[in-house]
Nanobody, 118 residues
């Protein structure tokens, strides 16, 4: 059974940090590009960051560049998103996504809430 389970969300003050983690099971993790998306209330889901299968290349949305860092551990089958200097605009549900290389296969996690508030 395929599972992507996010954790690490919560309430944080502006300027604070959170580290999200996504644990994968039920598929061959190192064959999949891993991404983090987020969806704020009333907005479209947007791509936040992505990392290639070997972790060698990463990309980020302009809005989070320099503040967020994506990383993966293929041995532990996890992908993380370190979020620093959080702002109110980072408030959203954050989702982990796996995309199969050269295929249409994709899996989503259930999401974890991040709320930035003073």
């Amino acid at each position: 059974q395929v599972q992507l389970v996010e954790s690490g969300g919560g309430l944080v003050q502006p300027g604070g940090s959170l580290r999200l983690s996504c644990a994968a099971s039920g598929f061959t993790f190192h064959y999949y590009v891993m991404k983090w998306y987020r969806q704020a209330p009333g907005k479209e889901r947007e791509l936040v960051a992505g990392v290639t299968t070997d972790g060698g290349r990463k990309n980020y949305a302009e809005s989070v560049k320099g503040r967020f860092t994506i990383s993966r551990d293929n041995r532990r089958k996890t992908v993380a998103l370190q979020m620093n200097s959080l702002t109110l605009e980072d408030t959203a549900v954050y989702y982990c996504k796996a995309e199969g290389l050269g295929s249409d296969t994709e899996f989503w996690g259930q999401g974890t809430q991040v709320t930035v508030s003073s």
